[in-house]
């Protein structure tokens, strides 16, 4: 029964998405463009250490990172792997804890050979580690992070860590601009966004000084005081309604899984969906958001999150034109990734895996042999590369200026009709799929709403 | 929980052998014996003068890591061992003193040890403050007392201070300095820590000797009884409160030297109840306990656990084919933790400092088995 | 300090009801021009809302304060059995064909437990053994009905099986054999159970959140999701009741009633309560304190799964539940350790004081972190015992 929900999902989200993903002008020629191998390293292995947060809260977003990084080391290692390396894995699992963090960290850095580069995965694993890999020489790479985890406490101080995704504090900078061009007309004269978030370093990671001045330039309002609630809460009408009180018109929220769905159903449950337009950081425009959200509908049927706009800044698995994505799609299929595991981990892992490789290939072509690279070495080309892996984003880091990618694009998270041709307007015409537990799944497509476009540089200390 | 277990036969003849420190020489030199081994360890490592790859390099940030949480532990072993009061909010006065320690630093520009003992003292202090309610509540209210501290100290560093510590971000603490010389290398804060941990070590042993030590495990033992000798037993639990936060303050400052880098999510209520289990593990009640218990549940966490995983995650995937590989990958590390404490525990629920002693006195005493 | 002590130890009750007044007068001082500023809407809103999600917290104070009445351990692992039971509940719930087989597995297996509470030689008892076999038989029969229009039934039987499994199995195999061992080893202990269920939780079901759909029905019965008090001129905005949440709270009002009666009425809860005055009494006029205990884990992961499943169902099942058993302690302190009642108020009146806090302080977290505690504080400093607590002579 699963499998063939699976496959009905897969065959719909295929069918529809022709339709209204718009062509990109980030068109590539081929999807995966590595450099030409000009050394053959058959025999060796490359692996990527990677720490992070596998059983704790975060799991979600890990498990299919994990899976992505699976399936991709296989492929490319069954299709020759790094000009004839082979790629591995070594996860170790923090359970969010800094100190297993640190742990693991000491572990990896006096491993001999000493390992040149790391991936992380929490920003606050970034902002604990970021004077430590730098002092060991180890690059790091990570999807999202923090300013202070990137640049450290001035903003100004490039590190050693790259992050794949622009900073949150820029993403909730772009969305600004984006509320303040306003294309849908949703948003009115006076936008006032009203930020709901977790505490901790992830959570609070897009609330700073620096976004809400930018805003305000914008004509963009950001209230002063956010509201904060924990991933436990059973009701969070409260923090809620004080926010809509002091007037917000819009809620941001920098948190994934159940915390976007909790804002959307509250939203719906206080009757408020007229009122106030949802929004969020990369994280929420997540499968995961959009399946715990299929028991909670809002009046017009459909689930709860049907709308919340956020930043999109890579492909998304329903940009089935392109080839990377028609690509990746195949390869959860063929290893049976359930849905869940279809979401915005897995992409990355995937595209990390591809990035690995041409990383390697460049320094490797560079310096003329594998026992030659270095965290070092990998930094010089990590500053001077611009590759797009699997044409899912664009590893560019401007020379080496900045430390977190910056081109984002806004999208909107929608599901699709009954007719799959395009994002459904109500619960009567949506495409609905009995799950085996009793409930119905509705699929999620995410409509791009602007071209990819770099994101308003927001560290603290500039200019 | 005796603190001296000695086989049957062995007395003391002397009162000063009955308040030394080391009771034996063998005692005295396996004590020093351990401490200067100690400090050889980074000669040996590929980092070390004289470039020999003897001891893997990341035994340093290893011992560093066991130390600092020894000191701390050695602070609840104090209160709960000692002084039999529980505490569920040790990790939030490590905060505190690695918190001060960082403002301190940050504001004043004062050499580290300057640094430390104003943070620990300032620990101290806080510890004292939330150790008041022990005055009518006691047991398992008392822990909720504590737990209270887990809660509001966190609470209180991350948004009325927020100007100050940076809330919710990170807060870099500056390179340590000792008479104008940097020790922000780890090989250079080791030879810090680890004397101070030997130093703190010992002074906790010798709390026990003392007429503090002695009053504090008479309130553990039975504080009516207690009040009825005359000692003041909310004086005594006070004082208890102090020294404990006191080695928080210190391990939590240690901390923020050494890692350079301080978030409030690191001093959260799991930090607490792991430094419980590690003393626990270890032995409360003896000053060797916080020692093992720290090292054990690193190693444990550490090495066992990994490398324990590596194997299971081939193996059981064969034997369990219906759950899903990923599945098995996240619930490997809680499932063998869980099993090896539990197991653990039901081996030696004394600890193992208590394993330890009997150890001790069956070698003393062969061949006869008492 | 200690002339100070001595002058504190000779004025006792009179300081501490000048320094108790003095301290409710001067929170009272501090609040009242907050409170003012607040539309009555809100405050009503609020003080709904934390009524509703404070009966959760009264459930899960109950099941910690029962297992420390029975053997003085405090349960970490309550929050991960609120979690796996609810998992249980949820695979019985929403899972049409249950295999037969498995459940006649768990069925047998909570019988067998059962049986053998006091030790394996009461299998020799041949009726004991034809009983057991029948209920085994009659709740494999209950939990592999077919069907959704059952589903109610079985998740049930099946949340009632498992839950008894998990308690007594904690029981039998992590706490029994620390009897007799120092306190702070089960305490421990119970950390340990924690940590390992974490893992079987992890590796059965994944680490996705899971929707728990049990108020689903109401759509369908023409009960609207939210009761909206239309009080625009008297309070100057509405005030909206949650019926899932509504439920919630008549159900754990419910199960509370329930276990009331049985401490008051039945030999066992009668037996339960003269072991947690005395161990060595009881024991020495013939209670089983063994059997006891047991029973006593049996009803703590029963009501935590209770609890995990009404949580479940106001939000969803993920592996942050957990946690929310810690924002209960406060709860189980404020009524007094003693009383079941005091559980029930003293869940509520966290759930209040957490929502007004949110209502009161915005964007300070002060509602989850700190009013709980520092109404804790000043509860343990004006009156030691709780709200509800037996006052105890031994005191110094």
């Known amino acids: 029964m699963r499998k063939l929900i699976l496959t009905l999902v897969i065959l719909a989200l295929l069918v529809s998405m022709a339709v209204f993903v718009q062509a990109q002008d980030m068109a590539m020629p081929d999807f995966i463009q590595h450099s030409d191998c000009e050394v053959d390293l058959t025999g060796e292995t490359i692996t990527i250490y990677h720490f992070g947060d596998i059983s704790g809260a975060y799991a979600f977003i890990t498990q299919p990172l994990l899976a992505g990084l699976a399936d991709a080391i296989a492929y490319y290692n069954a299709h020759g792997g790094v000009c004839g390396a082979m790629l591995a894995t070594d996860n170790r699992d923090t359970g969010g804890d800094p100190a297993q963090t640190q742990a ?18 929490a920003s606050g694993d970034a902002e604990l580690l970021r004077s430590q890999v730098e002092e060991d020489g180890i690059v790091s790479l990570i999807s999202a992070g923090s300013v202070e985890g990137l640049y450290g406490e001035d903003g100004q101080t490039p590190g050693w860590i790259y992050a794949t995704n622009p900073l949150y504090a820029d993403q909730l900078g772009s969305f600004c601009e984006f509320v303040a061009a306003d294309p849908m007309g949703v948003y009115g004269e006076e936008p006032v966004i009203g930020y709901i978030s977790w505490p901790g370093a992830f959570g609070q990671a897009a609330f700073t000084p620096e976004t809400i001045a930018y805003c305000g330039e914008q004509g963009v309002t950001v209230l002063e005081t956010p509201e904060i609630f924990l991933p436990t809460d059973t009701d969070i009408s409260g923090q809620v309604l004080n926010l809509v009180d002091a007037g917000a018109t819009i809620l941001y929220t920098n948190t994934l899984a159940s915390g976007p769905f909790l804002v959307a159903k509250t939203v719906v449950d206080l009757g408020l969906e007229e009122d106030v337009q949802l929004a969020g950081v990369n994280w929420a425009l997540d499968t995961s958001v959009a399946l715990l959200s299929r028991t909670a509908l809002g009046s017009d049927g459909l689930p709860a999150v049907n709308g919340i706009v956020g930043s999109l800044p890579f492909r998304w698995w329903s940009e089935t034109s392109e080839p990377g994505v028609a690509f990746v799609r195949e390869q959860a299929a063929a290893n049976e990734r359930s849905l869940p595991t279809q979401n915005i981990a897995y992409l990355l892992g995937f595209s990390t895996v591809d990035l690995y490789t041409e990383l390697y290939i460049q320094t490797v072509n560079r310096l003329g042999s594998l026992d030659a690279v270095d965290g070092a070495a990998l930094k010089e080309t990590l500053d001077g590369i611009s590759y797009s892996p699997l044409g899912l984003f664009t590893a560019d880091w401007q020379g080496g200026e900045l430390r977190a990618v910056p081109t984002n694009r ?12 395009g994002p459904a307007t109500s619960g009567d015409d949506a495409l609905k799929i009995p799950n085996d537990d009793g409930t119905t799944i509705y699929v999620p497509i995410l409509v791009p709403l602007t071209e990819f476009a770099p994101a308003p540089d927001l560290r603290p200390g500039g200019e | 929980m005796a603190a001296n277990i000695r086989p049957a036969g062995v007395f003391d003849t002397q009162y000063e052998q009955d308040i030394s420190l080391n009771r034996t020489r063998s005692d005295k030199w396996w004590t020093y014996g351990v401490f200067a081994a100690l400090l050889l360890i980074p000669l040996l490592t590929v980092d070390g003068p004289l470039g020999l790859s003897i001891i893997p390099s990341f035994w340093i940030g290893l011992i560093v890591r066991i130390a600092i949480y020894a000191i701390a532990v050695q602070g609840l072993n104090i209160l709960m061992g000692y002084t039999g009061q529980i505490s569920l909010g040790h990790a939030a006065f490590m905060g505190v003193g690695a918190y001060s320690a960082a403002l301190i630093a940050r504001n004043f520009d004062l050499p580290f040890w300057i640094v430390v003992p104003l ?7 806080v510890g004292l403050l939330f150790g008041l309610p022990s005055l009518r509540v006691k047991g398992f209210y008392l822990a909720m007392a504590t737990l209270a501290a887990q809660f509001i100290i966190p609470w209180v560093l991350r948004y009325p201070l927020e100007p100050l510590t940076n809330g919710s971000r990170p807060l870099e603490v500056p390179d340590p300095t000792f008479f104008g010389i940097s020790f922000a290398p780890q090989a250079a804060m080791y030879y810090i820590i680890i004397p101070l941990a030997v130093l703190l070590f010992l002074a906790a042993r010798n709390i026990i000797r003392t007429r503090i030590g002695r009053a504090f495990i008479s309130v553990r033992d039975n504080d009516l009884a207690a009040e009825l000798l005359g000692i003041n037993v909310f004086s005594y639990k006070l004082q208890a409160f102090f020294l404990s936060s006191l080695y928080a303050g210190i391990a939590g400052a240690l901390w923020a030297f050494d890692t350079q880098s301080l978030s409030i999510d690191k001093f959260q209520l799991n930090l607490s109840i792991e430094f419980l289990a590690m003393l626990v593990i270890g032995g409360a009640g003896f000053p060797l306990g916080a020692i093992f218990g720290v090292t054990f549940v690193n190693l444990l966490s550490q090495y066992i656990i990994p490398s324990l995983s590596t194997t299971l995650k081939v193996i059981l995937p064969v034997l369990l084919p219906f759950i899903g590989i990923a599945n098995i990958e996240a619930a490997l590390s809680p499932i063998l933790f869980g099993l090896a404490i539990a197991i653990f525990l039901v081996i030696e629920p004394r600890g193992i400092a208590y394993r330890w002693e009997i150890l001790k006195i069956a070698w003393k005493i062969r ?4 | 300090m200690s002339a100070v002590i001595n002058f504190y130890d000779n004025n006792k009750p009179l300081i501490n009801k000048v320094l108790s007044v003095a301290l409710l007068l001067a929170i009272l001082i501090f609040l009242l021009p907050i409170i003012a500023e607040q539309k009555p809407s809100r405050m009503v809103q609020s003080t709904i809302t934390g009524l509703l999600v404070g009966s959760v917290y009264s459930l899960i104070a109950l099941g910690i304060v029962i297992i420390n009445k029975a053997s003085g351990v405090f349960n970490f692992a309550h929050g991960l059995m609120m979690l796996f039971g609810a998992m249980i509940f949820y695979t019985f719930f929403s899972s049409a064909n249950v295999n037969p087989l498995a459940a006649g597995l768990m069925a047998f297996f909570t019988v067998f437990i059962v049986l053998t509470m006091n030790g394996l030689a009461d299998l020799r008892d041949t009726r004991r053994l034809a009983i057991g076999l029948v209920v085994g038989l009659i709740l494999t029969g209950l939990m592999s009905l077919p069907g959704r229009d059952l589903q109610f039934v079985r998740a049930i039987i099946g949340g009632l099986v498992g839950s008894v499994l998990v308690g007594l199995c904690v029981e039998r195999f992590a706490i029994r054999p620390l009897i007799g ?3 702070f080893a089960s305490v421990l202990m119970t950390l340990a159970v924690s940590e390992f269920l974490l893992g079987v939780t992890q590796m059965t079901w994944g680490s996705v959140e899971l929707p728990l759909q049990i108020f689903a029905w109401l759509d369908g019965t023409g009960i609207p999701r939210n009761i909206v008090w239309e009080a625009e001129t008297l309070l100057g905005g509405d005030v909206r009741l949650r019926t899932d949440l509504l439920l919630v709270l008549i159900l754990a009002l419910l199960s509370f009633g329930a276990f009331v009666l049985f401490f008051r009425y039945t030999s066992v809860g009668l037996a339960m309560r003269a072991t947690a005055e005395n161990q060595q009494l009881a024991q020495s ?17 029963l009501l935590a799964t209770i609890g995990g499943v009404l949580q479940g169902g106001a939000t969803s099942l993920s592996l942050n539940m957990p946690l929310l058993a810690l924002r209960a302690f406060p709860a189980v302190l404020l009524g007094g350790l003693e009383s079941i009642g005091g559980a029930l108020v003293g869940g509520l009146v966290i759930g209040l004081v957490q929502e007004w806090a949110n209502l009161l302080f915005p964007g300070t977290q002060a509602g989850t972190e700190l009013a709980p505690y520092l109404v804790l504080m000043i509860v ?7 709200l509800f607590g037996e006052k105890r002579i031994e005191r110094i």
């Not at chain 1, 806004?410 to 041709?421: G, I, K, V």
């Not at chain 3, 343990?380 to 709780?386: A, C, E, K, Q, T």
């Open chain 1, 104 to 121: 693991h960290y000491d572990y990896y850095s006096s491993l001999d050979p000493k390992p040149s580069a790391v991936l992380l995965y």
């Open chain 3, 380 to 386: 343990l400093v004006i009156r030691p015992d709780g």
């Open chain 3, 181 to 183: 061992q120092p306190l």
């Open chain 2, 367 to 370: 061949p006869y088995s008492y």
């Open chain 3, 285 to 301: 006029v013939g209670l089983r304190v063994r059997f006891i205990l047991a029973v006593a884990w049996g009803i703590a992961a």
């Open chain 2, 119 to 125: 943070a620990a003292m300032f620990t101290g202090l």
């Open chain 1, 410 to 421: 806004m999208a909107m998270m929608m599901f699709l009709n009954a007719t799959m041709d």
